[in-house]
């Protein structure tokens, strides 16, 4: 048994409702990822507070957070780049 289904082509309107869905997606993306950014950025300045780590490490650290957070920021990026070149295609 075979069951067919038959899918119009999408409209450009329907194309540019589904972009503006991805770049919805790709903001949350960046925001979790800044939110984690955040999270441990607290955690080192809470250590460096208790005198588990010093003032050295703690801005080593923060530069080594935000370098990771950056490319992060980038890959969405890319991905939505993609994404949204895919979309659009015909």
């Known amino acids: 048994m075979v069951i067919r289904l038959n899918f119009p082509m999408l ?23 800044r939110n984690v950014r955040r999270d441990v950025l607290n955690e080192f300045k809470r250590a460096e507070k208790d005198g588990e780590v010093s003032k050295n490490d703690l801005g080593r650290a923060q530069d080594d957070v935000q370098k990771l957070t950056d490319a992060e920021v980038k890959a969405v990026d890319d991905m939505l780049a993609r994404k949204e ?3 659009m295609e015909v």
Not at 11 to 33: F, I, P
Request: avoid cysteine; aromatic fraction near 4%.
């Open 11 to 33: 409209t450009e309107e329907r194309r540019r409702d589904y972009v503006k869905l991805v770049k919805n997606m790709a903001e949350e993306g960046r925001v979790a990822v």
């Open 85 to 87: 070149a895919e979309i």
